[in-house]
Nanobody
Framework: VQLQASGGGLVQAGGSLRLSCAASGSIYNVNDMAWYRQAPGRPRELVATISDRGSTNYADSVKGRFTISRDFAKNTVYLQMNSLKPEDTAVYYC???????????????WGQGTLVTISS
């Protein structure tokens, strides 16, 4: 099982980006999915989560600007980021709780991270 994130880049403040993260491999089911971010010199922080029923939660710092969604058929989670600010600059990581179809293990997996840079 692996998570592959994409969509990062460099944009000006006020702009938008859409991140994607696809789970692949021996998957039985995917439970909660989430996006985290880590800015230089800061701990990793939770940005948004989406449950296996589609319920969402957001960090206060991104409420009203970011939207998390998922495609259940594609085992993919998205993060639409609007009205971006320089303080959103970070490496963004996806995370998902997945049951492996082969081993039946249930655990969290991390994507490789994608860099988002917002210029002022």
């Amino acid at each position: 099982v692996q998570l592959q994130a994409s969509g990062g880049g460099l944009v000006q403040a006020g702009g938008s980006l859409r991140l994607s993260c696809a789970a692949s491999g021996s998957i039985y089911n995917v439970n909660d999915m989430a996006w985290y971010r880590q800015a230089p010199g800061r701990p990793r922080e939770l940005v948004a989560t989406i449950s296996d029923r589609g319920s969402t939660n957001y960090a206060d710092s991104v409420k009203g600007r970011f939207t998390i969604s998922r495609d259940f058929a594609k085992n993919t989670v998205y993060l639409q980021m609007n009205s971006l600010k320089p303080e959103d600059t970070a490496v963004y990581y996806c995370n998902a709780e997945i049951r492996d179809h082969t081993t039946w293990n249930l655990r969290h997996y991390w994507g490789q991270g994608t860099l988002v840079t917002i210029s002022s």
